[in-house]
């Protein structure tokens, strides 16, 4: 049995230890509109933004920073590909 904690829950840990919160910048928002406008959208999660919360406060380093980021959607992907239904019907579909 794996004991160690999610990669969500540390984040939400060292972030609360160090007093980081996501703040969005002017830079974030630009690069929104640049990454929309060259026909693509790039959508975060809370924790996805924490992390880079915690590289830019130097509560991390840009290693560590990729390291969370990778462990994080890796858990993520396999969260969602657990919860797919195994017949590959979309929801609600019926089977005759």
Same mark, same amino acid.
């Given at each position: 049995m794996d004991t160690q904690p999610s #990669? =969500?829950?540390?984040?939400i840990d060292l972030a609360a230890q160090h007093g980081? =919160?996501?703040q969005v910048t002017p830079a974030d928002e630009l690069a929104v509109v640049a990454t929309r406008l060259a026909g693509d959208e790039v959508v #975060?999660?809370?924790i996805e933004d924490v992390i880079v919360a915690l590289k830019r406060a130097g509560a991390i380093n840009g290693s560590e920073m990729v390291a969370l980021l990778? =462990?994080?959607l890796d858990e993520k992907l396999s969260?969602?590909?657990s919860s797919t239904p195994k017949n590959n019907t979309a929801p609600g579909n019926v089977l005759e």
């Amino acid at each position: 049995m794996d004991t160690q904690p999610s #990669t =969500r829950s540390y984040v939400i840990d060292l972030a609360a230890q160090h007093g980081i =919160r996501h703040q969005v910048t002017p830079a974030d928002e630009l690069a929104v509109v640049a990454t929309r406008l060259a026909g693509d959208e790039v959508v #975060t999660d809370e924790i996805e933004d924490v992390i880079v919360a915690l590289k830019r406060a130097g509560a991390i380093n840009g290693s560590e920073m990729v390291a969370l980021l990778g =462990r994080y959607l890796d858990e993520k992907l396999s969260a969602q590909r657990s919860s797919t239904p195994k017949n590959n019907t979309a929801p609600g579909n019926v089977l005759e």
